[in-house]
């Protein structure tokens, strides 16, 4: 009895061990199975660590590929973008007699400033300093945000400019100005005396054999005698025996420069080239050495001298930048207004412009 007792207890824990091991085999290949599965919807970053590192659109921001280069996959989130400021409206006094860069300056500024959804309020061109007083008092009126001025006579304005800085409204200079005077946040400048420095250097390689050469100037105009020095100084300094054989006043007049011109060749009939501080007189010169070896070359780069590289004696002009100027000028109040802190001065720079890259500039606009 006792042995038919053990046999049935033995089957019994035969059964259950049997079991059990049936119940563990299912369960390991449930969780192999679930493994399974979850590899098959693998998490996107888990893709990318898995992928071919050349497939830089896989990799994270700022990932190296194999070949060294940065990703620019987008981010997984972007942030809310900055909420755009409300548009501004800006007011611009400007003299009488202009130089033609200061004139193109006030129309990239216009341009500019629409470009970019802001407006401009450009003033009558004053005749003196006092007609330029009122504008500016005029201008304030109009609840502008800043005001750019190019100056009739910056040291006769400063009672004007004191007043608007007591208003709060900020003042931004183009132009010729002695210093900058109290009440102008900032002022852009043009780098006037490497205008007529490149055409000096120009000239050299163009000349190696030296010669005389006349200048016409405007001794009225600090801007114009910084392009007048710079020419010079280059002609010294080139090591070629360029001779400055007069230098005569000009007044931006072509036909009087044509008359100047003429004379000056009667006299000189060997003269290798002429500098002209402004392109009004550079075209009168233009004129009067019509079918001669005589270069003429300016310090403005306006788009009717640049048509004239290539097909007349304009070897060469020292370029000023009026789109530069004016972006300089808009950039430089609209970071004052937003509470940024601006240089005081800045420079914008001059080039050299010959019938050689003449194409990269165009001749319907300035540069």
């Known amino acids: 009895m006792k042995r038919i007792f053990a046999l049935g207890l033995s089957l019994l824990m035969l059964l259950f061990l049997t079991a059990c091991q049936q119940t563990a085999d299912s369960n390991r290949t ?3 199975g679930a493994a399974q599965s979850a590899d098959s919807i693998q998490d996107p970053a888990d893709a990318s660590a898995a992928a071919d590192p050349a497939d830089s659109s896989l990799l994270s921001i700022g ?24 548009p501004r409206t800006f007011g611009c006094s400007m003299p009488a007699d202009a130089t033609l860069t200061e004139a193109a300056v006030a129309e990239e500024l216009r341009a500019y400033l629409e470009g970019i959804g802001d407006s401009l309020i450009l003033a009558e061109p004053a005749p003196d300093a006092e007609a330029q007083k009122n504008q500016l008092k005029e201008l304030s ?38 210093a900058a005077p109290n009440g102008v946040v900032a002022i852009i400048r043009s780098d006037e005396y ?15 054999n030296g010669g005389d050469v006349l200048v016409l100037e405007q001794t009225f105009s600090g801007a114009m005698m910084e392009r007048a020095q710079g020419f010079m100084d280059a ?11 007069d230098e005569l006043e000009a007044n ?6 044509a008359k100047l011109v003429k004379d000056a060749l009667k ?26 070896n005589c270069l003429v070359y300016s310090a403005d780069g306006s788009p009717e001298l640049k048509a004239q590289l290539g097909k007349s004696q304009l070897a060469g002009l020292g370029a000023q930048s009026p789109m530069g100027i004016a972006q300089a000028l808009a950039d430089s109040a609209n970071q004052h207004l937003d509470g940024e802190a601006v240089p005081e001065e800045d420079t914008v720079g001059t080039f050299l412009i010959t019938a050689e890259n003449g194409k ?7 540069q």
């Open 360 to 366: 990269e500039y165009g001749t319907d606009c300035w």
């Open 252 to 257: 931006g007049d072509p036909d009087a420069a």
């Open 194 to 208: 490497n205008a007529g420095y490149v055409c000096g250097i120009d000239l050299a390689e163009r000349c190696p």
């Open 63 to 86: 990932e190296l590929s194999d070949s060294g280069a940065v990703s620019s996959s987008p981010a997984p989130s972007q942030p809310e973008p900055e909420e755009q400021r409300a």
């Open 235 to 245: 002609a010294e300094e080139s090591g070629v025996e360029l001779v400055i054989a």
């Open 30 to 32: 449930e969780q192999s």
């Open 267 to 292: 006299e000189n009939p060997g003269l290798v080239a002429i500098f002209s501080t402004s392109d009004a007189d550079a075209a009168g010169a233009l004129q009067a050495v019509n079918n001669s």
């Open 141 to 178: 009126g109009q609840k502008v945000d800043a005001i750019f001025v190019c100056p009739v006579d910056g040291a006769g304005l400063e009672d004007a400019l004191q007043t608007l800085s007591d208003q709060d409204l900020p003042v931004f200079g183009f132009g010729e100005w002695d």
